[in-house]
């Protein structure tokens, strides 16, 4: 089993930048795709981006794409979400998460068998 750690949130001014970072442990994740997930207070957890392993495959939500950007250093065992002018409604806690099965490069959260604890991201004037 792999532990995983974010670290990097925290408090974001609009139009501001922040970058999550997601470390593995126990394990190479090197083989898995790794997703970003983010859960708002009172709402379902939802995908933020996903890639695959050699990071040639990437799903990004609508909400986010063109404004966050996912990557990952397979030698570090580590993800990445850089989060480019964040908006108010970007508040959320935000977990990464693995899954075994590569391909799929899923979005949804039932498909990943490893989590993190999650970081808390607020972005606000």
């Known amino acids: 089993q792999v532990q995983l750690v974010e670290s990097g949130g925290g408090l974001v001014q609009p139009g501001g930048s922040l970058r999550l970072s997601c470390a593995g442990s126990?394990?190479?994740?090197?083989?898995?795709?790794m997703g970003w997930f983010r859960q708002a207070p009172g709402k379902e957890r939802t995908v933020v981006a996903a890639i695959s392993r050699g990071g040639v495959t990437i799903n990004y939500a609508a909400s986010v794409k063109g404004r966050f950007t996912i990557s990952r250093d397979n030698a570090k065992n580590t993800a990445y979400l850089q989060m480019n002018s964040p908006k108010p409604e970007d508040r959320a806690v935000y977990y990464c998460?693995?899954?075994?099965?590569?391909?799929?490069?899923?979005?949804?959260?039932?498909?990943?068998?490893?989590w993190g604890r999650g970081t808390q991201v607020t972005a606000s004037s």
């Open positions: 998460a693995a899954d075994r099965i590569d391909y799929r490069v899923s979005t949804y959260d039932c498909h990943y068998d490893s």
């Open positions: 126990g394990r190479s994740v090197s083989s898995d795709a």
